[in-house]
């Protein structure tokens, strides 16, 4: 099956500061998606992106899908950043993948 | 926020027990999703519905059974609880299944003891 790998594992900010969280996948994809999973463990859709760039608020997202990989662009953190970010990919088989996360704590 | 609730929230039972879990959604969505989130596994899927009646299995299938009798409600039953489906446990849907936005439900932690 497809391969699902997001970086940096964890990432530690100051509040205020910019982040690019990165996921690569193995093969060409269908559907990509970007999740936030926050510290109650609610897990919140940020972006449907299978190809170009979204944006909405401080958060930007960006996928080159010939190239196998996607962009997760935070900038001017806050505190309410922090959490789980998942990318999630589909394939062919109509069932979401995913990686298995980055996670971010932003400190004041 | 998507329409969906999940019950119970939280459980605990004992190994060999059967157990079910419950989704409900308000969106009349088709396709509904049953994952487990475990520490260093991400998210992964159990089982997943594309209609009343219309099953499928995902990754991580043995062990879980699934039934949709009506869109609204899709449950997921445990036959003989085992510690290793010690989990969070999310129920998603979709409007057209992997191919759009997947929303999910507030989880469920089931503590097999």
């Known amino acids: 099956g497809i391969q699902v790998e997001q970086s940096p594992p964890d990432l530690i900010l100051q509040e205020g500061a910019n982040s690019t969280l990165r996921c690569n996948f193995s093969?060409?994809?269908?559907?990509l998606q970007w999740f936030h999973q926050n510290p109650w463990g609610q897990l919140i859709n940020l972006f449907y992106i299978p190809s170009g760039t979204k944006q909405n608020g401080r958060l930007s997202a960006t996928t080159v899908a010939t190239e196998r990989y996607s962009l997760l662009y935070i900038s001017s953190s806050q505190t309410t950043d922090s959490g789980v970010y998942f990318c999630a990919v589909e394939a062919g088989s109509y069932q979401l993948t995913f990686g298995k996360g980055t996670k971010l704590s932003v400190i004041p | 926020d998507a329409g969906i609730t999940q019950s119970p929230r939280h459980k605990v039972t004992e190994t060999g027990t059967p157990v079910t879990l419950r989704c409900h959604q308000t969106e009349n969505h088709r396709y509904m999703y049953w994952y487990r989130q475990d520490p260093g596994h991400g998210l992964r899927l159990i089982h997943y519905?594309?209609?009343?009646?219309?099953?499928d299995k995902g990754e991580v299938s043995d062990g879980y059974s699934v039934s949709r009798s009506k869109t609204e409600d899709f449950l997921l039953t445990l036959e003989s609880a085992t510690s290793s489906q010690t989990s969070v446990y999310f129920c998603?849907?979709?409007?057209?299944?992997?191919?759009?936005?997947?929303?999910f439900g507030p989880g469920t932690r089931l503590t097999v003891t």
């Open positions: 998603a849907i979709s409007g057209e299944g992997g191919r759009a936005e997947q929303y």
């Open positions: 093969d060409s994809v269908n559907n």
């Open positions: 519905s594309y209609g009343v009646k219309d099953t």
